[in-house]
């Protein structure tokens, strides 16, 4: 069986911005290399501006799919769309499932029209959207549409309206699209993986985060700082 393995590797593993947190290191990549060779011959498809070329060409039997794309809200979808286009079968969920995932205040909406709890929230496109903010502090805020700790930090936690403009200028700015504005929910924070499709689908063990670790006074928060630094 041929595998077509589809990533981003970081391009420089001494940037200290959270500009590709998202993508893998060379050693990540390797080792799923490595893992996946047990049950075939391993072809690398790096997810850059000539992916489509390649995995035409390449034609594998089944695509292992860890790629976070290149640009826009809907990047993660982007290699699970070519895929499908050229009828070639991928681990991992669909362009529609990553596409809303990624974006977080579109996710919110659908849990919340499904009845599942979620924190109340707005999605600030603009500064002036703060003067209606109803939202009881404290809030926090994140960009609307990234992942793996990109533009969440420990100060993103804010309690009063001056933090809270400060922090949502400073995000507008940097990463250059809207902002999740929500109320903040204390307690123990939990993650949970789920693999197969349809009626074999089940839940891989709970992972729980530990913040005691964390110096202290820090906000019990995972995201950059926990993550990467």
């Known amino acids: 069986m041929r595998i077509g393995l589809a990533y981003n590797e970081k391009p420089d593993a001494s940037d200290a911005s959270d500009a590709y947190a998202e993508w893998d290191d060379p050693s990540t990549?390797?080792?799923?290399?490595?893992?996946?060779?047990?049950?075939?011959?391993?072809?690398?498809?790096?997810?850059?501006?000539?992916?489509?070329?390649k995995l035409s060409l390449a034609r594998p039997d089944i695509v292992f799919n860890m790629a976070e794309g290149l640009h826009g809200p809907c990047r993660e979808s982007h290699v699970p769309a070519l895929c499908e286009y050229l009828d070639i079968p991928y681990t991992g969920s669909d362009p529609l499932t990553l596409a809303l995932a990624l974006h977080k205040g579109r996710t919110k909406e659908i849990l919340a029209?499904?009845?599942?709890?979620?924190?109340?929230?707005?999605?600030?496109?603009?500064?002036?959207?703060?003067?209606?903010?109803?939202?009881?502090?404290?809030?926090?805020?994140?960009?609307?549409?990234?992942?793996?700790g990109k533009g969440i930090f420990v100060n993103n936690l804010c309690d009063s309206p001056s933090v809270l403009a400060e922090?949502?200028?400073?995000?507008?700015?940097?990463?250059?699209?809207?902002?999740?504005?929500?109320?903040?929910?204390?307690?123990a924070e939990f993650t949970v993986a789920i693999l197969g499709n349809g009626a074999d689908v089940r839940c891989l063990p709970?992972?729980?985060?530990?913040?005691?670790?964390?110096?202290?006074?820090?906000?019990?928060?995972y995201g950059y700082e926990a993550k990467w630094v």
Do not use: C, H, N, W
Request: glycine share 6%; charged share 20%.
């Open 206 to 221: 709970v992972v729980g985060f530990d913040f005691a670790v964390l110096p202290a006074g820090a906000a019990p928060v």
């Open 167 to 187: 922090r949502v200028l400073f995000l507008l700015e940097r990463y250059a699209q809207p902002v999740l504005v929500e109320t903040y929910l204390p307690g």
């Open 29 to 53: 990549i390797d080792a799923v290399d490595q893992a996946l060779s047990l049950f075939g011959t391993v072809v690398r498809l790096e997810a850059d501006e000539l992916f489509p070329q």
């Open 113 to 148: 029209y499904r009845g599942v709890p979620t924190a109340p929230f707005r999605v600030i496109e603009r500064p002036a959207d703060l003067e209606r903010m109803p939202l009881p502090f404290p809030l926090f805020v994140k960009p609307v549409a990234e992942g793996s």
